[in-house]
């Protein structure tokens, strides 16, 4: 059956001002799904501008225990992804590149996140059932060896990325961008799959009313194979972000991320789609730079790591 990205992304393919940033760069920290190719949202820079660099970090934390009659998996860990990117537009062009470094750990985030969901009475899952701040990041499908990923640092795939505006009018935006994600990450680690993966997305930016944008984009991206855990060939992903300008320097956010399974012949629900809501907020400096934050929560229950909190930097250098 092909997959298709989340029924409520595929209604929403508006969005903000094209020389606005859009979106947050939100990706999925599922530790077992890594390796597999998922765009984050890109700004769009003005034309003829110099080379903007960003930093990000996502800190994630996972206890998800699955098992079937033909798998199984331990899910127990905390991971640090800092992604280093630099963009810039060349004409009608805007090109970017991104790597990406992953660490893996116990942790320490189990007691907080413990109280968070009592606090808000969510689901707590299989939190009770495993010692806080401990280690496990385990798979295995009948009839083939266990994939067992130890603790420790690793670099992720590349990313090399291209996006041209098709359209614009005073309040709309639209862009097709293209990708290729080169084996640059390690597939013990599960950080890479050791194939050359690529993609192609439409990103859509329409004002909605002086302080209101909605942004969104949907795409598709192929996975190369490679990888020890049988990622599904295709997967369709999707974005759509309301944004509220409160300030001329500060915008407040909601988005949705999703996509379809990114393991092949899977029943088990962390290995299949997943759709994740982002709050978040984005602060402009005089200088050109901008700082965003927000918490990532999986509104598709055991479909994703339990919370993640995200924290970029974007600037100009010599602005």
Known sequence: MRPTPHPLLLTCLLLAPAANAASLAIRDQNPLTRAAYLPVAADTLPAGSAWHLDAQLQWSNTVNLGATAQERLVVDAESVEVTLSAQRAVGDWQLRASLPVVRRSAGVLDGFIDGWHRAFGLPQGARPTVPRNAYALTYQRLGSAPVAVAAGTALGDMQLEAG????????????????????????????????????????????????????????????????????????????????????????????????????????????????????????????????????????????????????????????
Do not use: C, K, M
Request: aromatic share 8%; charged share 15%.
């Open 164 to 319: 041209r505006v098709l359209r614009t009018s005073p309040t709309s935006a639209l862009s097709a961008w293209v990708g290729l994600e080169l084996p640059t990450g390690d597939r013990t680690r599960l950080t890479g799959n050791g194939a050359v993966d690529a993609a192609g997305w439409l990103a859509w930016q329409q004002s909605l009313a002086p302080r209101w944008t909605l942004d969104a984009r949907a795409g598709w991206s192929h996975s190369g194979g490679g990888g020890l855990l049988p990622l599904a060939r295709n997967v369709g992903f999707g974005t759509a972000t309301l944004g509220w300008q409160a300030t001329g320097a500060v915008q407040a956010l909601v988005q949705l991320d999703a996509h379809s399974a990114l393991v092949r012949d899977t029943s088990l629900p962390f290995l299949s789609e997943a759709v994740l809501l982002t709050l978040g907020g984005r602060y402009r400096l005089q200088s050109g730079a901008v700082f965003e934050a927000g918490v990532v929560e999986d509104i598709q229950v055991n479909h994703s790591p339990d919370v993640s909190f995200q924290l970029r930097w974007r600037w100009a250098p010599g602005r």
